[in-house]
């Protein structure tokens, strides 16, 4: 990484304490989930020495228990209103919304060129690898994609600051209901940024390690392989040129 990336990143870690009967949501128990997000911020805290946002939808606020790490500027909360729009548009929707109203109103985000963005009930075992193995000389997007579903992995990508109003500017898109998923507006967006030859996407070339529980399914988040990892990439930088005929 070719920046001072402790000023220049910032992680954003998503949150929806309380769902309120969310479809598509198996976890709906309210200090459950509280309980996971404590400890998916504490690790994020205690493991890295990255800028945390910690931005949560349901008005549920739990900084004041963080005021240390809020008062040394290391961590921002923000809280707000904003679950209450109609549900068959699914938790992507509300995801879309939270990310809109970070980069509206976070002050760390707009110090900042690199957001790292981070479901916020999962840890990234492997955060600090993963970033030092990008190259941001570019602007760029970090982000696993599923070519042949086209969708993507959205619990985790790395993307310059510049490729949230191309991407948020279709959020009204995401509709659960009618199968248009985050996940592909997401997809979406990537295969227009990348059109730009001073823009940049790649795949990450280490497998990326999650723990925690999937929001939709229940289902425990598998382990990532580092030979199948690399062997993909390895692939892309082969055939990319192929891969995103339209």
Request: aromatic share 16%; net charge positive; glycine share 4%.
């Amino acid at each position: 990484m070719q920046t001072n990336y402790m000023d220049d990143i910032v992680l954003l870690l998503t949150a929806c304490i309380n769902p309120n009967g969310m479809s598509y949501t198996v976890v709906q128990d309210i200090e459950l989930r509280k309980k996971q997000y404590r400890e998916s911020l504490s690790f994020y805290l205690t493991h890295t020495k990255y800028k945390i946002v910690f931005i949560e939808n349901s008005n549920t606020d739990i900084s004041c228990l963080y005021q240390k790490e809020i008062s040394e500027g290391r961590l921002e909360c923000i809280t707000f209103d904003g679950n209450n729009y109609d549900r068959y548009l699914g938790k992507g929707f509300g995801e879309a919304l939270i990310l809109n109203y970070a980069y509206i109103h976070s002050k760390l985000i707009a110090q900042s060129h690199y957001i790292v963005k981070i479901t916020g009930r999962v840890i990234v075992e492997n955060v600090i690898e993963l970033i030092d193995s990008c190259s941001l000389d570019k602007k760029s997007v970090y982000c696993e994609l599923g070519l042949r579903e086209k969708t993507t992995v959205s619990v985790f990508f790395i993307a310059h600051k510049d490729f949230y109003p191309l991407f948020l500017s279709k959020r009204n898109l995401i509709n659960d209901f009618s199968k248009c998923y985050f996940e592909k507006v997401l997809f979406q967006s990537i295969l227009e940024w990348r059109k730009d030859i001073h823009h940049k996407y790649s795949p990450f070339y280490l497998p990326v390690h999650l723990r925690g529980i999937c929001g939709t399914s229940g289902a425990v988040y598998p382990t990532g392989n580092r030979v199948k990892a690399f062997v993909k990439y390895i692939l892309y930088l082969f055939f990319k040129r192929f891969l995103f005929i339209e």
